[in-house]
């Protein structure tokens, strides 16, 4: 049983360096028969993350989302913009251990992904992990709870 409420939809987003990544990830979720809004981008021409991390990270943000998932080059443009908004706790992730521990240890909502440094089927096992894995509490809900400004 995901920790997520799966009633209401998975938000995704990206630029244009995490397009063809975005785009296994809801075949993933299509497959699955899981819900989810894709805030795009919609295609591989150049585009700026913050347009696409925010409207993600509002979703989330505003219990619309049962969490969240970004895609970039390097994952830092969309994790920083996405930790601007209050109750978004965004992880870079590219490691299965690191997507398991940002959900365990971090009660992380909102998924980053850097596509140009994962390797094929890494995203796939990291998604799943994040999205099955609970928040561990105890002394981990102690430090989450001083994360908020």
């Known amino acids: 049983m995901t920790p997520f409420n799966l009633a209401l939809p998975i938000a995704i987003g990206c630029d ?3 397009f063809d990544c ?3 990830l809801i075949s993933i ?3 699955k028969g899981l819900l989810f809004k894709d805030f795009g981008s919609f295609s ?3 585009v700026d993350y913050p347009d696409f991390a925010h409207p ?3 979703s989330v943000e505003k219990g619309e989302a049962a969490f969240g998932v970004l895609l ?3 994952a830092n443009g969309v994790a920083i ?3 601007k908004h209050q109750g978004v706790r965004a992880a870079i992730c590219w490691g299965e251990e690191l997507a398991e521990l940002a959900r365990k240890h971090n009660d992380a909502n909102v998924l980053c992904i850097p596509a140009r440094f994962v390797k094929d089927g890494v995203a796939e096992k990291m998604l799943e992990l994040f999205m099955n894995t609970p928040f561990e509490g105890g002394r981990h809900q102690t430090r989450v709870d001083k994360i908020a400004c």
């Open 16 to 18: 244009h360096a995490g």
């Open 22 to 24: 975005k785009e296994d």
């Open 29 to 31: 979720l299509e497959a």
């Open 44 to 46: 591989k021409d150049t």
């Open 56 to 58: 993600v990270a509002i």
């Open 72 to 74: 970039c080059g390097s």
């Open 81 to 83: 913009s996405a930790n």
